[in-house]
């Protein structure tokens, strides 16, 4: 762990900390809350003092997540393929990915965690709500979603889900619903069947951290974000081979520059997110 990463997290300490203290002087029922409202206040002012303003309201405080391992689960699969098409026939086509065949079109899982339903034309027809469609399938399918976005226009739409797993977002478990002229001919995207608890698995930290994170990236020069809109605490999903994986505890916030960043909570590091979540 590197020097600066060790120094932000000893001042998200503090800052929870003063949080606590407050706790032996306050006896009533809105103590937690006072004091992550004292713990943003505390973190506020750092990054003021290093020309980022946060936005209170939109930032989650704390998130309860911890590392979790993930599975391949078959079964799973086969049922998010039968809420689509219906009925199926299954073949293994190397690799670990299996097809779903029926007359309503295909299915093909890997076992990296993406999937891709193609329908053929005439099966999803004269939908006029995509997403009242796409959430309703999504029931079906047994899929778990934190939020859904509409994208394109007439005659070609997208419904964009992320996925969630005990309500915490999966950030890079997005699932697209393609309709064209009101027609759904498409769904793909990256799910995760199977969640198993890891024992050893990290638990996420406080906000602080991460925001400090933030800042010491901005102070590098690695982007010109000035304002902060949203943090937000879920999961990114890493392959580790044969339907195996892990759910790792990561921020993701959202900045004035239209971009939105993603950091491991473990380990501090920050990218930019590949879509708009």
Not at 104 to 123: C, D, H, K, P, Q
Not at 154 to 177: H, K, L, M, P, Q
Not at 190 to 196: P, S
Request: hydrophobic share 40%; net charge negative.
């Amino acid at each position: 762990m590197s020097v600066s990463r060790i120094k932000n997290i000893a001042i998200a300490a503090l800052c929870l900390i003063n949080g606590f203290f407050l706790a032996f002087i306050i006896t009533d029922s809105g103590i937690e809350a006072r004091n992550e409202r004292q713990e943003l206040e505390n973190i506020s002012a750092i990054l003021l003092e290093g020309g980022i303003t946060l936005d209170t309201g939109g930032v989650q405080t704390r998130g309860e997540l911890r590392t979790m391992r993930t599975v391949r689960d078959i079964e799973a699969e086969a049922g998010i393929a039968r809420a689509v098409l219906g009925q199926t026939y299954i073949t293994e086509d190397g690799g670990m990915i299996y097809v779903h065949r029926s007359d309503r079109g295909m299915a093909t899982f890997s076992s990296a965690g993406f999937f891709e339903i193609n329908l053929y034309e005439n099966v999803i027809t004269n939908v006029r709500g995509t997403m009242q469609a796409a959430e309703s399938l999504l029931g079906d399918m047994g899929i778990e979603t934190s939020r859904l976005s509409l994208s394109g226009g007439v005659g070609y739409e997208t419904v964009s889900a992320v996925s969630a797993y005990r309500g915490s977002s999966v950030f890079n478990g997005v699932i697209d619903f393609i309709f064209i002229d009101g027609s759904l001919r498409r769904i793909e995207g990256t799910y995760i069947t199977g969640v198993e608890d890891a024992e050893d698995g990290e638990t996420v930290s406080s906000v602080s951290t991460a925001l400090l994170d933030f800042l010491a990236w901005v102070r590098k020069g690695e982007t010109d974000s000035t304002r902060i809109y949203s943090v937000e605490a879920g999961f990114f999903y890493r392959e580790a081979g044969r339907g195996e994986g892990v759910l790792t505890p990561t921020w993701l916030i959202s900045a004035d520059n239209g971009r939105q960043y993603l950091i491991d909570d473990a380990t501090g590091e920050i990218w930019l997110a590949g879509r708009i979540l």
